[in-house]
T-cell receptor, first 118, second 114 residues
Framework: AQKITQTQPGMFVQEKEAVTLDCTYD???????LFWYKQPSSGEMIFLIY??????QNATEGRYSLNFQKARKSANLVISASQLGDSAMYFC?????FGQGGSEKLVFGKGTKLTVNP | GAGVSQSPSNKVTEKGKDVELRCDPI?????LYWYRQSLGQGLEFLIY????????KSGLPSDRFSAERTGGSVSTLTIQRTQQEDSAVYLC????????????FGPGTRLLVL
C-alpha cells in the first residue's frame, strides 16, 4: 500500500536552531514524487520542497532541505535557522499514480506540529 | 491573483441542504484536485480532473458528492443532502506538467453542517 508515515506528532525547537522532521514512505512504484507542505494556523497549504524519486541530489530551497535516503525510504525535512514564523503543521506527501487512466493524487502523512520557541 | 482561489471561504448550512463549493485554478494548470481535511480523517483525496477528460471520482465518499469542471478551468464540488460528518475543510489544488506536477493549494472552504 502507498503510505506516508510521520512519527512525530509534535516538535519543539529554539529560534535560530535547526530541526529535522521525519517522514518515511511506502510504495512499490519506481517513479514517485515526495513533497513537504507547511500549514499555518490560517489553514492554507504552502508548498515547500519537492524531491523526485530519480533525483540524484537532495533538494534544497532556501532554509529548507530534504534528506532523501531512497534505500531507507525516508524523506526528512531539515529547516535551518528556525524562525518564529516557522511554527506550523508540516505535512509530508507522496504523489502516486493510480487507476487505468494515469490518474494521480497526493497521499499525506498525519503531520507534525512544529513550535519554535523564542 | 496568481494563486488558486476558492469560494466561499466559510459556509454554514443545515443538515439536509445542498452546498456548492467553487475552485478557480492557476491559469494554465491542466490538472485540478479536490481534497478534504477533517480532524478524524486527516487529508483525503476526493477527485482528480485532467484537462477536459472525464474525472477520476474514486475518492468521493458517497454518491451525495459530485464535481464538474467547466471548460477545463473552474470546478464546482457539490454536496447534496449534507450530513454533519461532511463538516470539514475542502481544499482545491492545481498542477502543471511544467512544474514537476507540484500541487498548489487554495485557501480552502470551511464547511460546517449544523
Amino acid at each position: 500500500a502507498q503510505k506516508i508515515t510521520q512519527t512525530q506528532p509534535g516538535m519543539f525547537v529554539q529560534e535560530k536552531e535547526a530541526v529535522t522532521l521525519d517522514c518515511t514512505y511506502d510504495t512499490s512504484d519506481p517513479s514517485y514524487g515526495l513533497f513537504w507542505y507547511k500549514q499555518p494556523s490560517s489553514g492554507e497549504m504552502i508548498f515547500l520542497i519537492y524531491q523526485g524519486s530519480y533525483d540524484q541530489q537532495n533538494a534544497t530551497e532556501g532554509r529548507y532541505s530534504l534528506n532523501f535516503q531512497k534505500a531507507r525510504k525516508s524523506a526528512n525535512l531539515v529547516i535551518s535557522a528556525s524562525q518564529l514564523g516557522d511554527s506550523a503543521m508540516y505535512f509530508c506527501a507522496m504523489r502516486v499514480k493510480f487507476g487505468q487512466g494515469g490518474s494521480e493524487k497526493l497521499v499525506f502523512g498525519k503531520g507534525t506540529k512544529l513550535t519554535v520557541n523564542p | 491573483g496568481a494563486g488558486v482561489s476558492q469560494s466561499p471561504s466559510n459556509k454554514v448550512t443545515e443538515k439536509g441542504k445542498d452546498v456548492e463549493l467553487r475552485c478557480d485554478p492557476i491559469s494554465g494548470h491542466t490538472a485540478l484536485y479536490w481534497y478534504r481535511q477533517s480532524l478524524g480523517q486527516g487529508l483525503e483525496f476526493l477527485i482528480y480532473f485532467q484537462g477536459n477528460s472525464a474525472p477520476d471520482k474514486s475518492g468521493l465518499p458517497s454518491d451525495r458528492f459530485s464535481a464538474e469542471r467547466t471548460g477545463g478551468s473552474v470546478s464546482t464540488l457539490t454536496i447534496q443532502r449534507t450530513q454533519q460528518e461532511d463538516s470539514a475543510v475542502y481544499l482545491c489544488a492545481s498542477s502543471s506538467y511544467r512544474a514537476a506536477e507540484t500541487q498548489y493549494f487554495g485557501p480552502g472552504t470551511r464547511l460546517l453542517v449544523l
